[in-house]
């Protein structure tokens, strides 16, 4: 392992760990497996502890998977059950992709930006889409669903895809879309805290007539 990388190489591999982690709160596939083929056919640079991910057999199941979860959220119902499980999937895939991408860094080092950069982005992306996917869910009984599972997958692939040849350029959209996210969600918490502590009003009772 080179002891001192090139400050603009670092650079670069920190602005792709971030966003490509951050593309994972949208799906948690379609990142992994863009790191995989652009590793393995585009020369991309990854830990070697990950060389396996370029194997044929990891590569299939990749694809497997991405085309599996990009379909299930058009299944009504199934979306919201797979939002109770994809905020630790996402966290976690998250956290997988910045360490491999960061593989010229001190071990220590590697695993401390991976767990709070990269975990910490796919985490907070991923609260957001699970909040507007609630919040449609309640508001439009679940119409609107397929619209949002259509944007997420949709930003999911053009941040991964940026993510690998526009790295920094999709880390400041990753980071402005956490912020806005972020943003809304204390809103909304805000919000519904006021509603809760509000008095709900009572029903007084009828006042007699006055006997004269």
Not at 64 to 72: D, F, Q, R
Not at 140 to 163: F, H, K, R, V
Request: proline share 6%.
């Amino acid at each position: 392992m080179n002891s001192s990388p090139d400050f603009i190489q670092l650079a670069i591999a920190l602005c792709a760990g971030f966003s490509l982690s951050a593309a994972c709160g949208f799906r948690i596939f379609v990142p992994l497996l863009a790191m995989a083929l652009s590793a393995r056919f585009a020369g991309l640079s990854i830990d070697s502890s990950f060389a396996w991910v370029t194997g044929d057999a990891a590569i299939l199941t990749l694809s497997v998977a991405t085309i599996a979860e990009i379909l299930a959220y058009y299944i009504p119902l199934f979306d919201n059950l797979l939002d109770s499980i994809a905020v630790p999937g996402a966290i976690l895939a998250g956290g997988i992709v910045s360490f491999g991408l960061l593989g010229d860094m001190p071990e220590w080092l590697q695993w401390s930006v991976s767990i709070i950069g990269g975990s910490g982005a796919a985490g907070s992306v991923q609260m957001g889409t699970t909040t507007a996917r609630t919040l449609s869910s309640a508001g439009t009984a679940g119409a609107a669903n397929p619209i949002i599972s259509t944007l997420e997958n949709i930003l999911s692939i053009i941040g991964t895809i940026m993510a690998v040849f526009l790295p920094i350029l999709a880390a400041i959209g990753a980071l402005v879309f956490i912020i806005i996210s972020l943003f809304f969600m204390r809103r909304i918490i805000t919000k519904l805290r006021r509603k809760k502590q509000a008095p709900t009003p009572t029903t007084m009772p009828p006042v007699p007539p006055a006997v004269c």
